[in-house]
């Protein structure tokens, strides 16, 4: 009996463990379930979908064998052990007290029902067990194969010792230990190399499509900041279309193509009205589609080489501006891999979209923030100054004349501000005419002095910066001293920045003066002089960010120091919004 039974059982066995292999890992590859990770926990629902998926395959083990002595020669173990070394204790148990739950219903009163089910039970947990203690290595055919030999030999030991009666159940270890031993550690060994192989496959895919991500956006970034334009557009496409191995890429705002890279450019040319009734239809439901019908597409060109297309919409906060479309034909198509990754991109894109509005109200808001400032000159300066004129225009005529000129420069410059940036020595020209008119008003009791590197005269640098901290030193620092005081000005060019120091030997502030003056909120308004400062502060964060705003150091009797720098790119460029401003409160 024993030779007729083994090559029929081996036979059966593997013809059988390759369907259920095939069966299992087209599952874990074609489903959802097959998205699995070693290094994230898994939602509820996905666990329990899992195990019973590892359970399942345990049952129908049960069925891959013959009837050998009213019990199965089956493999069960295969399903569960896979179970405990990918998902560990609990998911190799569930899926073992399944297969092993159904074995022992379908079998009751066989003589083998218990140690079978008993036996799947204890492989599921063990794998688990061993998973736990090798945590990422876990999945590895050699480990599977061991547990499997180990497992099976216990299982055969559980037959031969609790089923009764006895002499038949040696005589079914005899027939059955060698074939389900063998084919059990070699079908677990296979499925969880399988599994591991679709585990680095997809973790490479995923590596890859992400460096291309990454790629995508370190060149685009800043582009669409500027706007969806024709230029922007352009080198936004062509950078795709160099990154990504497509038929086409395509930019389009909402009526017209904007930019075209690939095939089918002869009649998708940039400036003209859109052709496709595909892109059109996204614009309006402002949904991607993946479409892989020629007709589908609906290019009115007929040899039109373009047969798969993606079109994702670009949106400007809840606004569809545009699209960006990734076209495929016969040699080059499309998948959903692609289709992700372009909805990636344009969700990317968007919100750098959005970015230019912001710029734009920052920009805005620094403009509005150096009207403010115009509106706080002082009355009493202008009127005091024009008294101070007068009274040299007897005793100094050509003093009164130089006064004269100081003023009219100092008030065009405050006045004049829609030029955007300007050059740093522009600002010290309005320094040093400020401080003309105050010696003149106060003869020695305003001393200035400045140390500016010659390489800093050139730099470009915003409007209305220094001046009010020069102000506000002789002002509110050494003009507080019966004696008056200096007022230095420090300008130097280190590491591409330009760093100001404004420092006074004046009458000093205490910590929560500064705190104060520094603070976003309209609370320092109240104080005096605190205007000109916060203001300055505020237009550096808005202009260079938080890093380069004010640093102020003041002991109250002995002075204040005051520190800015300012980049020499600005992270923006608001030349030429603040000058389209300019020009427009210059007609109205």
Known sequence: MLPDYLPELFVTLSQRFGLLLAGGV????????GRISLTRKPSRRTWVAQTLLFGLFGVLGTYSGNVV???????RAMGVITAGLFGGPAMGLGAGLIAGGHRYLI??????????????????LAAGLVARRLGNRRLHWGYAGGIALVGESVHMVLVASLSKPTTDALALVQIIAGPMILVNALGASLFVELLAMQIRFRDKRDSGQTHQILSIVNQTVGLLRRGLNPESARATAKIIYDLIPVAAVDITSKDRVLAHMGDGGDHHVPGSPIRTEATKKALEEGEGVFIRDREMIGCDVTTCPLTEAIIVPLRKSSRIVGCLKLYGTADKPLDHTRFELAKGLADIFSTQLELEDIQIKNQLLAHAEIRRLQAQINPHFLFNSLNTIASFCRTSPRQARELLLDLSHYMRQSLDSSRGFIPFAEELSRVRSYISIEKARFGDRIRYEEDIAPEAEAWLAPPLLVQPLVENGVRHGILGRESGGVVRLTVRVDDDVLRVCVEDDGVGMPPQVIAEMLAPSQESEHLEGGIGVRNCNSRLGQLFGPEHGLAI?????????????????????????????GRENAVS
């Open 26 to 33: 087209a599952v874990l590859t074609l489903t959802p379930l």
């Open 69 to 75: 002595f009213q019990s199965y020669a089956n493999m």
């Open 107 to 124: 079998d009751i009163a066989g003589f083998s029902a218990l140690p079978c089910s008993l036996a799947t039970v204890l492989e599921g």
């Open 553 to 581: 150091a003041s002991t109250p009797g002995k002075g204040t120091r005051v520190e800015l720098t300012i980049p020499s790119t600005p992270l923006s460029s608001p030349d030429a919004v603040l000058a389209s401003v």
